[in-house]
T-cell receptor, first 115, second 114 residues
Framework: AQTVTQSQPEMSVQEAETVTLSCTYDTSESDYYLFWYKQPPSRQMILVIR??????QNATENRFSVNFQKAAKSFSLKISDSQLGDAAMYFC????????????FGKGTHLIIQP | DTEVTQTPKHLVMGMTNKKSLKCEQH?????MYWYKQKAKKPPELMFVYSYEKLSINESVPSRFSPECPNSSLLNLHLHALQPEDSALYLCASSQEGTSVNEQYFGPGTRLTVT
């Protein structure tokens, strides 16, 4: 069984600033993956970044990077140079590796970008 | 092409109606998923198909009946729904046989049960 906790229901950041969204998880799987998805208002879920749990190196995708602390079961998302288009609900999720497995999501963090 | 399409975008149905939701992908993915998302909540897994066979059913009521006619199509047949079934229904797909289960989502069907 997997659980994901996002403790920040809402975050606000000034445009061009940096913001970090928190996520902790628990899983009984030895092989698992972690994801951040973005869901803009009334729009579809988009994969922002993924992390294989067996990799020590933190994943990076342009302005988005993660801080993966496996022992602490923590997987935070850092957004640099925030842009108005980053405003969305952000969901942290996990699933097991090796086959088709549904995602377990946290409750989400609503990110507001102040112009 | 990394697109998952869903039809219809919106659906209003009465409690005695029968309707179907459709999902399609042409990425060669062999795993497909249905999720239900209530307002201001995360998506919750309903069903998983792997190689056109149902592999996970998260104890979903029988008024929801999934079908995977081929590797590109996924349907969700709806019958005798309740008002509390009103939600956004999301379809997703992923590659099978690889170590990373990265899922691509469609835009969803917003269902209202009256």
């Amino acid at each position: 069984a997997q659980t994901v906790t996002q403790s920040q229901p809402e975050m606000s950041v000034q445009e061009a600033e940096t913001v970090t969204l928190s996520c902790t998880y628990d899983t009984s799987e030895s092989d698992y993956y972690l994801f951040w998805y973005k869901q803009p208002p009334s729009r579809q879920m988009i994969l922002v970044i993924r992390q294989e749990a067996y990799k020590q190196q933190n994943a990076t995708e342009n302005r988005f990077s993660v801080n993966f602390q496996k022992a602490a079961k923590s997987f935070s998302l850092k957004i640099s140079d925030s842009q108005l288009g980053d405003a969305a609900m952000y969901f942290c999720g996990t699933n097991s590796g090796g086959g088709a497995d549904g995602l377990t999501f946290g409750k989400g963090t609503h990110l507001i970008i102040q112009p | 092409d990394t697109e998952v399409t869903q039809t219809p975008k919106h659906l209003v149905m009465g409690m005695t109606n029968k309707k179907s939701l459709k999902c399609e992908q042409h990425m060669g993915h062999r795993a497909m998923y249905w999720y239900k998302q209530k307002a201001k909540k995360p998506p919750e897994l309903m069903f998983v198909y792997s190689y056109e066979k149902l592999s996970i059913n998260e104890s979903v009521p029988s008024r929801f009946s999934p079908e995977c006619p081929n590797s590109s199509l996924l349907n969700l047949h709806l019958h005798a729904l309740q008002p509390e079934d009103s939600a956004l229904y999301l379809c997703a797909s992923s590659q099978e046989g690889t170590s990373v289960n990265e899922q691509y989502f469609g835009p969803g069907t917003r269902l209202t049960v009256t």
